[in-house]
């Protein structure tokens, strides 16, 4: 029979993910609004996101803040640009956005010692064949595979390379060994269901090093300038943007970090996500017919929840638009390079109660579907 309870908040797309529970626009402070970013009242709400996020996140001393263009993007590739070319560079990736970078470096930069450790989707690479010496680059969870890595044990607290993280679908949601991360990248529209096109770069005093002491050889765009006469410019981590942000995105970031703070930080949020995995965990338990993508139980992502179906593809998209039509699920079809199968988020913006009200509804549309 067709479920009664539907979910309060039926959004559980991959990003942009949902807004916080309780949201309102107009709780937002918007006094910067209408304001220039380099006047003093853009730099210290611009400042406070580089602060808060460290402060929030419980960054390394040390460790630098900045906001970026173009999302989580943006900032993964200013790291590839300005820091890659003087090591080798070991490439892992198990899933689309992991082998778009591996494309930028081998295509676009063309470096010549580049190494490729890939697995199939479910599955992640051998993660012990990273050498200290090389740079790695990496993605910690497979938003499009709902596999993640489960600990940075396999980064050498000795190594000579720099390790790049793009973290967009873990950062707030998963505990990161920040000591072994050197680059760390996320966008606002993922974990904290912030608003689009601005990214956020992380970076350890490693990689401020190596920005100071290399100079890339090919053509630097003014977007992914870093530094200037060989030194870092410390006003991007400071609040000084390289272009003209967003205010009412900043605002609504802010807005983010504070709900974050009123709940108990970051503890709660990561165990906010780890219960809802739990709740899709219970679900297929008692239904042999729905699977998790990530074939390890260690690695499944408790963010991007990639689930296949005992169904082939048209009758997955099916499902799909069943229950977008029946608005109790919008947006959970598979990324689009993905197995067939529903994607479904889980971060700390989603509420327990909302996945426990949707798994009901799975079940009525698989049944539809598969009569």
């Given amino acids: 029979m067709k479920p009664i309870q539907k979910p309060a908040n039926p959004n559980f797309s991959s990003g942009p993910c949902s807004k916080r529970p309780g949201y309102?626009?107009?709780?937002?402070?918007?006094?910067?609004?209408?304001?220039?970013?380099?006047?003093?009242?853009?730099?210290?709400?611009?400042?406070?996101?580089?602060?808060?996020?460290?402060?929030?996140?419980?960054?390394?001393?040390?460790?630098?803040?900045?906001?970026?263009?173009?999302?989580?993007?943006?900032?993964?590739?200013?790291?590839?640009?300005?820091?890659?070319?003087?090591?080798?560079?070991?490439?892992?990736?198990?899933?689309?956005?992991?082998?778009?970078?591996?494309?930028?470096?081998?295509?676009?930069?063309?470096?010549?010692?580049?190494?490729?450790?890939?697995?199939?989707?479910?599955?992640?690479?051998?993660?012990?064949?990273?050498?200290p010496s090389h740079d790695i680059v990496f993605t910690w969870n497979g938003t499009t595979s709902g596999v993640k890595i489960t600990d940075g044990d396999w980064i050498s607290d000795d190594r000579e390379g720099l390790t790049i993280c793009d973290a967009t679908s873990a950062v707030f949601a998963m505990e990161m060994p920040w000591e072994k991360l050197d680059v760390v990248t996320f966008s606002w529209q993922k974990v904290l269901g912030g608003e689009g096109a601005h990214g956020m770069l992380i970076l350890s005093p490693r990689a401020v090093e190596r920005l100071e002491n290399y100079t890339p050889p090919w053509p630097m765009p003014k977007i992914f300038r870093m530094t200037k006469g060989g030194k870092l410019i410390d006003g991007i981590f400071t609040g000084e943007t390289i272009n003209t942000p967003s205010m009412l995105c900043v605002a609504d970031y802010l807005d983010a970090l504070d709900w974050v703070k009123s709940i108990g930080g970051l503890k709660a949020t990561i165990a906010k996500s780890a219960e809802n995995l739990a709740v899709i965990e219970k679900f297929v338990a008692e239904n042999d017919w729905i699977n998790f993508l990530a074939q390890d139980e260690a690695t499944r992502s408790n963010t991007s929840i990639c689930l296949s179906l005992d169904l082939d593809a048209d009758q997955v998209k099916k499902v799909v638009k069943l229950l977008d039509a029946e608005g109790v699920a919008y947006d959970i079809g598979a990324y689009r390079d993905a197995p067939a199968g529903l994607r479904i988020w889980g971060g700390a913006t989603v509420e327990k109660t909302d996945l426990e009200a949707l798994m009901p509804w799975i079940t009525w549309a698989y049944q539809q579907v598969s009569q």
């Fill in 24 to 131: 309102n626009v107009t709780n937002l402070d918007l006094t910067t609004l209408g304001r220039s970013h380099r006047a003093a009242i853009g730099k210290v709400a611009l400042g406070r996101v580089c602060s808060e996020t460290a402060e929030v996140l419980g960054l390394p001393e040390g460790y630098r803040v900045g906001v970026v263009p173009a999302s989580d993007t943006g900032a993964v590739e200013m790291a590839l640009w300005s820091l890659l070319g003087p090591r080798p560079v070991d490439v892992f990736y198990w899933e689309s956005f992991g082998q778009g970078w591996l494309t930028d470096i081998v295509k676009q930069l063309k470096l010549a010692q580049v190494n490729e450790y890939a697995a199939d989707y479910g599955l992640l690479p051998d993660m012990s064949q990273a050498n």
